[in-house]
């Protein structure tokens, strides 16, 4: 089963998609978490990615449609893809049809995930991770177990936040996404392959939402 989770930045794309990794040994897609890898890394992409990245505006189609065709020409056989965060423009779009045709996939469906910008803002300015191991955190709605030592891979101090968790870049990125991500809501209810979700309730409640309307398939 391959699926899209789509929704502006902080509406709990990753979380979920860590859970449905756990729980149903999918793979994620993230085209965020692979461009910071890059940057982490100090490679050529990466250094040409961190100004945009940084000021929140988009990489451009070429280089995310790239890393994705990487990604699924060369994965073994998993139970599904999650894409997170990709596509993000019509463009983007057509690519991934045109990709998961390739490779003998199709997409099953496209959870949009709602959220208002108040509650977008709130979840970016209190979100941080684990520099080592990467596991997400919130201020309010996860904090770890222990102030400042990680539940998962227990280290201490390692907390960090993300360069564009900032109001300005915010602004940003809330743009982007309206302008050039949203009609994608359009293209794909036009396809029928769109399920909604709200993702202003809890995090787990959230997750239900999302199991239910994968098994509705
Ligand atoms: P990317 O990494 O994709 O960022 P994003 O879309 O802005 O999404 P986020 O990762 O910020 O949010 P999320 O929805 O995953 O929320 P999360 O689960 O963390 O992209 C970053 C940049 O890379 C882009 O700006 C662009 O420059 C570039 N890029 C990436 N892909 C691209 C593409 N395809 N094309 C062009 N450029 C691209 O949750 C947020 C917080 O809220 C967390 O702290 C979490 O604990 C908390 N939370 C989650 N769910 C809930 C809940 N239900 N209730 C309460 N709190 C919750």
């Known amino acids: 089963m391959n699926i899209i989770l789509i929704g502006p930045p902080g509406a709990g794309k990753g979380t979920q998609a860590a859970t449905l990794v756990k729980d149903r ?5 993230s085209t965020g978490d692979m461009l910071r890898a890059a940057r982490t890394s100090g490679t050529e992409l990466g250094k040409m990615v961190a100004g945009v990245m940084d000021r929140g505006e988009l990489v451009t189609d070429e280089i995310v449609i790239g890393l994705i065709e990487e990604q699924l020409t060369s994965s073994t056989e998993s139970t599904g893809f999650i894409f997170d965060g990709f596509p993000r423009t019509l463009a983007q779009a057509d690519a991934l049809s045109n990709l998961l045709s390739k490779v003998d996939q199709k997409l099953d469906t496209v959870i ?3 959220v208002d910008d108040e509650a977008l803002v709130r979840r970016i300015t209190g979100r941080f991770t ?5 596991q997400g ?3 309010d709605f996860k904090a770890p177990i222990i102030k400042g030592k990680c539940d998962n891979c227990g280290e201490v101090g390692a907390f960090k936040k993300r360069a564009d968790d900032n109001e300005d870049a915010l602004k940003t ?3 982007a996404y309206y302008k050039d991500t949203s009609p994608l809501i ?12 709200n993702g202003l309730n809890s995090i787990d409640e959230v997750g239900r939402d999302i199991s239910e309307a994968i098994s509705s398939i």
């Open 25 to 29: 040994n999918m793979i994620q897609l």
């Open 112 to 114: 949009q995930m709602t």
């Open 130 to 134: 684990c520099g080592v191991c990467g």
């Open 137 to 139: 955190y919130h201020e």
């Open 173 to 175: 990125r809330l743009m």
């Open 186 to 197: 359009g293209y794909y209810y036009a396809k029928q392959q769109l399920q909604q979700i």
